[in-house]
Every structure is written in structure tokens, then in C-alpha cells.
């Protein structure tokens, strides 16, 4: 499964909640991908703040989104896909 | 009476993709560095190593040796990240913790062995492994002894998923046959001075004269014979005591040799954008710049000056660095890897320029510096850092680190 790497704007539906930021679904490139488990999760720093990224697979599919809180955007880092 | 315990995260890199990618587990996986040009293996997971791959063998290698092996391109934000929650889970037995490396760590235990001894020691040693485990989902051996030395020694007798646990009163008997380079800290090289003293097991290490060591490898040869009795009472830092840096550099292999000099000073350039801004973070200054070469047929060459005045200018070491790798040369072999490091550190003080023009120099690197802390690495830097041929930073949101552009 080779791994594509990209840095483009995503639409993303996630729940904040006290326990973390759990994204549940993205849109990319006209499709929309539900999320069926997040299977990392890790930050990186970006200047003085913190950028959330994910492993998410949709079962099939793996990717990486991440979460810029100060730009407030999402985005996709990477796709390793099996097609 | 001390315990120390060593955690070794097996097989770090590949353990941690394989919790990214669930369906690489258990597979042979190679993380390496950017895919293209040349890449070595960072890590081979344990199933990979049956084929004979190690840790630094090149990529196209490993590839011969296991066709498909699945490759992963490391991500080192990755790595930093589960290291801190590593500690951070560790921190529930105690804060004494030491972080030695991306994948190891060391902590003192002796408050929760107490007067249990080695019983105590080898529940504990389960606890810590399994803790890792349940916390992370990753594996580890577990080494505990009564000190650094021995307790790496003691992780490395079972891998993966080990836990080894050596008394004060067994470490003789331990180290007796022992073959000297089996100790953390004595590689192949040392290992033959040693044998061309006759000494082949640490047991004959830690009986030698320390006269003999002395004579032979300097003040180095009172820790070698202590290294040989299994005595090393080096302190154990705990994280948050970061100890000062003796230099700050940085060094890059390049994706291909390169052969004329105006490439190497594109990225001369940014190794002394990367080492000039590090320094300033922590407030150092150094009045020793040093430049490595290495070239295409692997021999390198390192020349150093001493300036009048420390420096933490990008562009001051960016220039001596040129200037000391121009009286190095570049010839038909080219360039593989360069590198470029300031030492002599001072901290504290301030930089006072001598004219009205190197004030206004400074409060543009300080307005540099300050955009750069809010908004990421590299936001905005000298120009020539864009116009080298090689990006060396890693950008944020991206994830390609070191990246051939333009042309």
C-alpha cells in the first residue's frame, strides 16, 4: 500500500469533548469518508502552538488528517490506499 | 542501595507504525528515511530482522534481502510524541526518569524497591514492562540493576518483550566471561585496543592496572576498569534537568552527491540557519565553528576555527563554515553528507553590535526569530535559505522533511 503525501484543506465532522478531538467523518476530493477507527493519535508543534494529527482508517483506507486549532482547519496529510 | 531500571522500546519505529497501520502487524516493516534518493532502515521490526536486516543497511539492501518487506517512511514527530507519553506514564512510579534516547529511558527506583531486593526488583520490572504495554500497546524489555551501565546491559539480555534484573552481590559473576564488548559503551574498535592488551573479558578489564588503562587510553581507562567490575556511578538526570549542550550542529546526508560548490553552500546555508537558530533559543553563544564533509567514497574531512568573538549568527557561521569547506575542497568523488556544528558555548549575556548597522542586524534576526517562534520553523528566513536547492526543514502540516525543490 503505497503512502501518498498531501497538505490539502478538508472538511471534517468531530466531537470535542473533554476526553480529546475525535474526528467521525471528512470529506476529500468529493467523497466523503466515514471514519471507523482512529488508529494513532499524536501532536506536533507548529511555533508556539499544537497541531493535532490523526491515523484514521475508513476500514479500508488509511489516513492522516490534521487539526490546526489556531487556524481552525483541518487538513490531509497523507492516504495510504489499497487501490 | 541503588536500583536503576533501563526501558528499551523493541523495534521503536516499526512497533509504533504498526500501531498506526494495523494491517502491517506483524509483517517485516523497514522504517527509513525519505523515500527518494538514497534511504537506509532506521528500524526493522523484529520479523524483517530474521532476514538479516539491521539498523542502518541501506534500503536497496534490505530490499534484496526481504522483497516485500513493507516500507514505511519515518515520521519523527511521531516518535517525540509517544516518547513524552511514555514518560508521562512512567511518571506514576517515579519523576526520577532520564530520557537516553528517542526509545529509551532510565529510571531510579530505589525508593519502590526499598529493602525488597532482587524480588521486589523482578516484580517490579514485570510491572513496568506490562504497564508499557496496557498504556501503549507497545513493547519493551525491562532492565534493572544498580546502575545505568549494568541496567542497560540487563534490557538487552532478552528482546523483545524482556525483563532481566542483576543483583549487586551477582554482577562479578555476571561479568566475568564476559566478553568486553558485550558492555554498553565498548564497541568493536575499543574492543580490540583491549585484546591487544590481552584483554577479552570484563572480568580481565576490571582486574587489569589501572596504570596499564591509563597509559593506553587516558583518563578513559579508570571508567574502562570500572566498566569491568560493573561499577559506573554516572548520575542519573532526570528530564527536566536538562544538562547544558557542549555544541549545537546539524548534518544532512544528501538524497545524491553533489559536486560543485555553490549547491554545497545552499546548504551550508541552511545547516547554519538550523544550528544559528537552535542556539538562540537557549541563549548560547560559541566561538568554535566546525564543518564536516564527507564524501561520495565515504572518507570525511572536519576542520575547525576559533573566532575572536562567540557568535549565534546563521550568516557569521554560515561564512567561516564556507570558508573552512572551501579550503577542504570539493572534488570528483563529490559531497554525500555534510555537516556543520559550533562549539566553545557560552550562555548568558547579550550580543552587543559594534556599529549602528550589526544593531540593526540584530533586532532583524531577534524580529526573524520572533515570527518564527509564533508561526512554525522556516515562516520566514533569509533569502538564500529558499533559494537552496534543498529544503532541510521540516514544514509544517507536511510531511516530506528534507526535499529536493526548484529546478
Known sequence: MPTDYWNEPIKVGAIFSRSGINPVW???NHTRYQIRSITY???????AHKIFCFSVTDGVDLFEIAFDPV????????????T | MRWIAHIDMNAYFASVEEMVNPKIRGKPILVTGAPEGRSVVCTASYPAREYGIQSGMSLKEALRLCPHAVVVTGNPSRYTATLSQLVKMLEGFTHLIEIASVDEVYMNVSDIVGEGGKERAKELAGELRMAVVNGLDLPCSVGIAPNKVMAKFASGLKKPMGETVIAHNEIEEVLENLPVDALPGIGTKLAIRLKGLGI???????RAPVGLLKARFGVVGIALKAMGQG????????????PEAKSVGHSVTLPEDIYDMERVKGVVFSLSEKVGRRMRRRGYRGRRVQAVVRRGDFTSVVKHRTLKRPTDDAREIYKTAVGLIEGIGIDERGVRMLGVSVSLIEIGGEILPLFEGGMRERALIEALDAVNDRYGEFTVSWARAYLSRYRLWHVPMSRRPAEL???
Open chain 1, 71 to 82: 487556524q481552525i482547519e483541518w487538513r490531509i496529510l497523507s492516504s495510504s490506499c489499497s
Open chain 2, 200 to 206: 577479552t573479558t570484563c572480568g580481565e578489564l576490571g
Open chain 2, 405 to 407: 525543490v526548484g529546478n
Open chain 1, 26 to 28: 471528512f470529506e476529500w
Open chain 1, 41 to 47: 493519535r499524536w501532536d506536533e508543534r507548529k511555533g
Open chain 2, 231 to 242: 561499577v559506573a556511578d554516572t548520575p542519573l538526570v532526570p528530564y527536566y534537568e536538562v
